[in-house]
């Protein structure tokens, strides 16, 4: 499980706070949002806008986010500016200098019920920039072939738990990272660009990115009374 993490950015100047505390997340991010305000001299309503991973992800995490991203949205009026898991991922491993310029890295993050999240980025100019759209399925179909035109088989690093199920993935990677996760300062970088190239929006606009159409379990079939 990543660290939860907020991250601020005033003037240029970005502060981030982060706990390493599996599974608490719920009970962390509001007080960490608040500390970091009070840090900062701020309150919720001199903030511009508020980015936030939209996901591929769990469909617990992504509820919890979009939850605290709402409530906040809602009770400051404030616009809000959605990034891709993924996204967020191939930015850490270039922030790191895992990555030459111009180098490429994919992020493959373990969807559970034997399939995978991915996607394809470019390091552009120290930027993640997405070169195919972010996709779900088995590891066995995980494809560069016509998804990344131009992208060859090989790609430099690989991040992210999905990696897991290496044997299973056809892509070729010369490096792999299965711990790196996402984190609030690289949300922040990706969102503040965004910000400033004008794409923020409303929060009623958006909604959690689970690339699944829909849930699947198995129900209890209703048991029913004899008639007479």
Same mark, same amino acid.
């Given at each position: 499980?990543?660290?939860?993490?907020?991250?601020?950015?005033?003037?240029?100047?970005?502060?981030?706070?982060?706990?390493?505390?599996?599974?608490?997340?719920?009970?962390?991010?509001?007080?960490?949002?608040?500390?970091?305000?009070?840090?900062?001299?701020?309150?919720?309503?001199?903030?511009?806008?508020?980015?936030?991973?939209? #996901?591929?992800?769990?469909?617990?995490?992504?509820? $919890?986010?979009? @939850? =605290?991203?709402? &409530?906040?949205? %809602?009770?400051?009026? +404030?616009?809000?500016?959605?990034?891709?898991?993924?996204?967020?991922?191939?930015?850490?491993?270039?922030?790191?200098?895992?990555?030459?310029?111009?180098?490429?890295?994919?992020?493959?993050?373990?969807?559970?019920?034997?399939?995978?999240?991915?996607?394809?980025?470019?390091?552009?100019?120290?930027?993640?920039?997405?070169?195919?759209?972010?996709?779900?399925?088995?590891?066995?179909?995980?494809?560069?072939? #016509?998804?990344?035109?131009?992208?060859?088989?090989? $790609?430099?690093? @690989? =991040?992210?738990? &999905?990696?897991? %199920?290496?044997?299973? +993935?056809?892509?070729?990677?010369?490096?792999?990272?299965?711990?790196?996760?996402?984190?609030?300062?690289?949300?922040?970088?990706?969102?503040?660009?965004?910000?400033?190239?004008?794409?923020?929006?409303?929060?009623?606009?958006?909604?959690?990115?689970?690339?699944?159409?829909?849930?699947?379990?198995?129900?209890?079939?209703?048991?029913?009374?004899?008639?007479?």
């Amino acid at each position: 499980m990543s660290a939860c993490s907020v991250a601020l950015s005033r003037q240029g100047i970005v502060t981030v706070l982060r706990e390493h505390k599996p599974r608490q997340h719920i009970q962390l991010i509001l007080p960490m949002i608040d500390e970091l305000l009070k840090q900062s001299c701020l309150s919720i309503r001199d903030i511009d806008a508020i980015g936030f991973s939209q #996901g591929p992800g769990s469909f617990t995490g992504l509820r $919890i986010g979009m @939850g =605290v991203v709402q &409530g906040l949205a %809602f009770g400051g009026d +404030i616009q809000v500016v959605p990034v891709s898991t993924l996204q967020v991922m191939a930015q850490v491993a270039i922030d790191r200098d895992m990555l030459n310029m111009d180098g490429i890295v994919m992020p493959v993050i373990d969807a559970r019920m034997d399939e995978v999240y991915w996607g394809i980025y470019k390091n552009n100019d120290g930027g993640a920039q997405p070169v195919c759209v972010d996709a779900l399925n088995t590891p066995e179909q995980v494809s560069i072939s #016509g998804h990344a035109p131009g992208i060859t088989d090989n $790609i430099d690093i @690989g =991040v992210g738990d &999905g990696w897991r %199920f290496r044997d299973r +993935i056809s892509v070729q990677v010369e490096l792999v990272d299965e711990q790196l996760v996402s984190d609030a300062e690289q949300v922040l970088e990706l969102s503040v660009d965004r910000y400033a190239r004008g794409l923020s929006v409303v929060i009623d606009q958006i909604e959690p990115l689970y690339l699944r159409n829909q849930i699947s379990w198995k129900k209890r079939p209703r048991l029913r009374k004899p008639t007479h």
